[in-house]
Structure formats: C-alpha cells, structure tokens
C-alpha cells in the first residue's frame, strides 16, 4: 500500500449509475487522511474500499449540491458510533456554512465526535498548516459558492550517501548537517550542498465543479496529482460552460497548461455510457501530453514517484 495514495470512492456526477457511485475521495497522505466531497453512499464506499471512518482526520467539501455532500450525515454518524479520538477538520465555503450544520444535524444520534468548523471565505490561500503540507483553497466559478483544495509539501533535502560517505559523515552527524547547513570534519568543513540535492515537495489539487477560471490553473499550478472534473463531452462544451462545467478536453489543457504530471479525469455525467473512460482519455489526451487517468469507482491510484 502506498503512503500517499487516491483512494476512489465514487465517480460519478449528478446522479448515480449502476456501475459508478456519487463523489466520494479519499487522500491517504503519510499519518494524514483527506476526504473530499463525500456524496450519497461514501459510507458503504468507504467499507468496500477498507477506508475506516478512524482515518479520516479533515473533510473537505467544494460545495454543496447534493452529489458533493448528501453522505455527510452518514459519515459523520460513523464517526461517531466508532468514537474517532481525535478532532476531525471541516472546511468548506463560508457562505453555505448553515448547510454544513444542517447536514451534521440531519438526524438524531449521539455525537461524540470532535468537528471543528473551518468556513473559507473567499478569494482565499492558505486555510491549514499541519506538520509536513500546506492546504489552500481557491474560489472557482459554478452557479453556487465553490472552492477547490490544494496540497503542498514543502521543499527539502535528499541526502547522497555516497558523497556523506566520502565525507566521513554518518549516523547522528547527518541530522546536524541538516540542522545546521555544515558540519566540520577532520578534513575541514562540509557545506550541506555538497552531499545533497534538492528534493522538490509534492503538490495535489482537487478541483471539481467550475467553469475554467483563474481559480483552476492556479489550484493545478505544478502539481504531481490533478484530480479534475470532466462532466461533459467536448461535443457539450456549450452545456459544460452553461451549468459551470468542464470537459474532459477542458481538463487536459488545464493539466498541460500548468504542467501537471498525472491528471485524474473523474466526475462522469449519466448521460454518457462512460465504459472504460477511453473516450475522456482520448479527449483528454488531445491537449496534455503527460500520464491520465479516467477514474473508476474503488480505485486506487499512487501519487507519483518524486522525480
């Protein structure tokens, strides 16, 4: 099992279909546990994944159409029945904050779980800082309040044992170089770039109902996972941009133009008999050149390898 993996609850959009579930993603990233836009059903998805409510330690909701929280309730209720330990983080768009209470309290049961709210008003930034990523958040353009997520690890230090070990430096030392930028050696002082390279963090971005606007390409900006909605067909861009959508093709240029490495096409429309997804990777594949895939429900998907 991957430390940092898409774990696919539900795939499709509106309405559900006999072979796709509504939204539903879970973020395994280290210790960390994301769950976005939990739509009708995520509960049964999260137990045919081997998601358990204990791992989920932040919620977040783009908006509020039904498809994107409808399984709030359940999960939150879950959460409750198995006594989750610890705070669980909720963010979500500040106008439509009485909708999120109104869904944590859509029935009766004993809560016994620690949710604290996050409202974000917009335009926002940075909305979190744990111990090893940022989290932002952008304003996109659909016809209710919507924001999109963004995940940033930051910058480190891959260390070169075969340059530390020409230096002598092992063990304990190591940290301190870290620590401190040099160490000295019997032969002298040592510079940390001297026996390391960069190590660029890896970034995520979860972006789902929205025109194109700045709001995406700056969420996609560099990412090593975009996870994109494609409702439409690009024979529907029309449609798309009429009820604040993208296309599968919108998708791939979005990806290219801000140079992702490995964009998640998911979010289907029924009106689509959607398949394998061949047809949205070939859209999709038309504008970005790097690697897609048409998510189906329950799978698992890597973040990539680092460079």
């Not at 081997?50 to 977040?60: D, F, T, Y």
């Not at 399984?71 to 209720?77: A, E, K, R, S, Y």
């Not at 989290?135 to 924001?147: K, N, Q, S």
């Not at 044992?161 to 002082?189: C, K, W």
């Amino acid at each position: 099992m991957s430390n940092r993996e898409l774990v696919v609850l539900g795939t499709a959009s509106q309405a559900p279909t006999r072979t796709r579930n509504h939204n539903g993603y879970f973020l395994r990233w280290d210790a960390e546990g994301i769950l976005f836009d939990p739509g009708e059903g995520t509960q049964r998805q999260m137990l045919f994944a081997g998601v358990s409510a204990s791992q989920i330690g932040r919620i977040c909701v783009t908006h509020f159409h039904g498809d994107h929280c409808l399984g709030l309730p359940g999960v939150i209720q879950r959460m409750s029945l198995d006594q989750v330990p610890h705070p669980v983080h909720a963010y979500f768009p500040a106008e439509n904050a009485p909708v999120f209470r109104g869904l944590r309290a859509a029935t009766l049961f004993y809560d016994r779980v620690d949710i604290r709210e996050h409202p974000v008003e917009t335009p926002a930034g940075v909305i979190a800082e744990a111990g090893g990523f940022t989290l932002e958040a952008r304003a996109l353009d659909h016809p209710v309040p919507a924001i999109g997520y963004r995940l940033t690890e930051p910058d480190g230090r891959r260390m070169l044992p075969g340059r530390l070990a020409a230096h002598g430096i092992a063990g304990p030392d190591v940290r301190r170089l870290l620590e401190t930028g040099s160490f000295i050696t019997p032969n002298g002082p040592v510079l940390i770039d001297e026996v390391s390279e960069p190590r660029p963090g890896q970034k995520f971005a979860f972006i789902m109902d929205t025109r194109l606007c700045d709001g995406v390409f700056e969420l996609a900006e560099g990412t090593d996972m975009l996870v994109c909605e494609s409702t439409f067909a690009a024979a529907d861009e029309r449609l798309a941009a009429e009820y604040g959508h993208l296309t599968a093709a919108q998708a791939g240029r979005v990806a290219e133009e801000a140079g992702a490495r490995l964009l998640v096409l998911t979010h289907f429309s029924q009106r689509y008999d959607t398949g394998d997804g061949t047809w949205m990777l070939d859209e999709a594949a038309r504008e970005f050149s790097g690697d897609i895939v048409a998510a189906a429900d329950l799978d698992r998907i890597p973040v990539p390898p680092r460079k």
